[in-house]
């Protein structure tokens, strides 16, 4: 069913541990009284603290361990009983470190959006924050897309930016990133409750009346 704004979003939030961006999201709904309705949070770890946060805030929270499945396609098969179950129009993975068979992310295709810690494409995969450092790279950045078969691939709805300094570590910098994380993924919760996010048929993203989708961390450096 084709969300319109004259009724809630439901979204379902994808977890697979601490659950920052979960929480920045849930918060923004609850802060701002968004007509958004949080209808799961899901993580495919049991111990994952977003969990027992999500439950402590009284969201429907369930574990659905990728270990208790035989293969990819049961887990895959079983996450998508759960959500067809709940019919969201959106699935935000926020940090759902499991990669989605095609199946899957054709049953959803243009309903499952994703946040990513690098301006994609560059940086796909894991330890994103080293590979910028590694390359050298002078701004580093997130990415919220929408997935397709292509891991950490598919149409860009926004993006942040944060400076890299010459003396960064991996973690310092992940630590400068995560809060532009939490804006851009809020930012792009707030537009998917206004129906303003078009998918184009050329493969990019349309918000409406939104020139602006990339933030700049204001935080400069001294030379
Ligand atoms: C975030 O930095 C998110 O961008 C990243 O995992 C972290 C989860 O933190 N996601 C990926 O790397 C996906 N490929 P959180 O659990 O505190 O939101």
Known sequence: MEHTPERPLRVAILISGRGSNMQALAQAVAAEALPVDICTVVSNRADAAGLAWARGQGLPAVALAHRDYPSREAFDAALQAHLDALA??????????RVLGADFVQHFAGRIINIHP????????????????????????CTVHFITPVLDHGPI????VVPVRHDDTPDALAARLLPMEHQVFVQTLRWLAQGRVRLLADGRVRVADAPQRAWLGATFFES
């Open 157 to 160: 709805i926004a993006q942040g």
């Open 88 to 97: 969201p129009d959106y699935i935000l993975l926020a940090g759902f470190m």
């Open 118 to 141: 690098s301006l994609l494409p560059a940086f796909p995969g894991l330890h994103t924050h080293q590979q910028a450092l590694a390359q050298g790279v002078q701004w580093h950045g």
